[in-house]
Nanobody, 129 residues
């Protein structure tokens, strides 16, 4: 069993920055069962969109179109955490941000939310203009 927990969300002014963190628990991480970890976000009335993913072996990080430029994902295998730094925040970045993990064989990390079988509860980010 894998548990994910996000933290670091909050209310910020446009132009500000935030660092979101996601901690994992459970033996699956240590046993290298997790193939990828990722960040997604979902704004009210919109679909969940992929921001970035990190392969847990090799630490390769891939960004989606929405994650290019202002987002930086990092993976700390020793601490079993992933982080997401977001700079130059804009009101359209307002959303619930989710951490996800997949143990599915054949996962690519970038195939969308259906590829991920474990999710955190999310952390809210609100950006005011």
């Amino acid at each position: 069993q894998i548990q994910l927990a996000e933290s670091g969300g909050g209310s910020v002014q446009a132009g500000g920055s935030l660092t979101l963190s996601c901690t994992t628990s459970g033996a699956a991480y240590t046993k290298k069962l997790i193939k990828y970890m990722a960040w997604f976000r979902q704004a009210p009335g919109k679909e969940r969109e992929w921001i970035a993913a990190a392969r847990t072996t090799g630490n390769t990080i891939t960004y989606g179109d929405n994650g290019q430029g202002r987002f930086t994902m990092s993976l700390d295998n020793a601490k079993k955490t992933v982080s997401l730094e977001v700079g130059d925040l804009k009101p359209e970045d307002t959303a619930t941000y989710y951490c996800a993990a997949t143990t599915r064989g054949g996962a690519t990390g970038s195939a969308g939310p259906d590829e991920y079988n474990y999710w955190g509860p999310g952390t809210q980010v609100t950006v005011s203009s």
